[in-house]
């Protein structure tokens, strides 16, 4: 696992997509910078990583509430490397884990201070990422370079002149209709 989030290449599935014949190298750079910018965005937009990450010392405060349960940052879990409380190492075979909901369960109550490390993320990398995830990050990318190739105008009229403009949304309504189901909201 790598904590670049840029692929060393610019994915095949991706030209196909935007129509950009394979040998057509011309454009990798910003392919590869606006799936960066489109992932890091869509990663904010569910609250989740889709690209797998390591997260290091995440720290989780129990001094006023005592619990079994410890509900992670991120998630889909894919590993616990290590658990801390008040200073001192877990045992991890103690700990049961549920990674699709990140919810560490300790037989015991949790105490003070406790603190995490763990990979988490939706996909290892671009080519496992589900497929709706994969197809807002294309599109997305195909609405930023059709508004760079317009200037930003959306549609233009030569009789009674009239100029439409981007609207400013901070993201495409069909690319967060395919990342809603992925979303996390806090309660």
């Given at each position: ?37 489109c ?7 569910i ?9 290091s ?38 700990i ?13 109550a949790?105490?003070?201070?406790v ?7 939706l996909?290892?990398?671009?080519s ?48 967060a ?11």
């Amino acid at each position: 696992m790598s904590d670049n989030l840029t692929p060393v290449s610019v994915p095949e599935d991706l030209k196909q997509y935007l129509r950009i014949p394979a040998a057509d190298t011309s454009k990798d750079d910003l392919l590869l910078l606006l799936l960066e910018s489109c992932t890091l965005a869509a990663e904010r937009y569910i609250g989740r990583y889709i690209i797998e990450r390591s997260i290091s010392e995440e720290p989780h405060d129990f001094y006023k509430a005592k619990s079994k349960y410890l509900q992670l940052d991120h998630y889909p879990v894919k590993e616990v490397s290590a658990v801390m409380q008040n200073g001192e190492n877990i045992d991890l075979s103690l700990i049961k884990t549920d990674n699709h909901n990140g919810l560490l369960k300790n037989s015991v109550a949790w105490r003070g201070v406790v603190i995490v490390s763990y990979t988490a993320g939706l996909a290892q990398d671009y080519s496992s990422l589900p497929k709706n995830i994969r197809l807002a990050l294309f599109q997305w990318i195909g609405v930023l370079l059709a508004e760079q190739e317009s200037g930003g105008i959306k549609s233009e009229t030569l009789g009674d002149y009239s100029v439409s403009y981007y609207d400013g949304r901070q993201i495409p309504p069909a690319c967060a209709l395919l990342l809603e189901s992925y979303r996390k909201f806090d309660i």
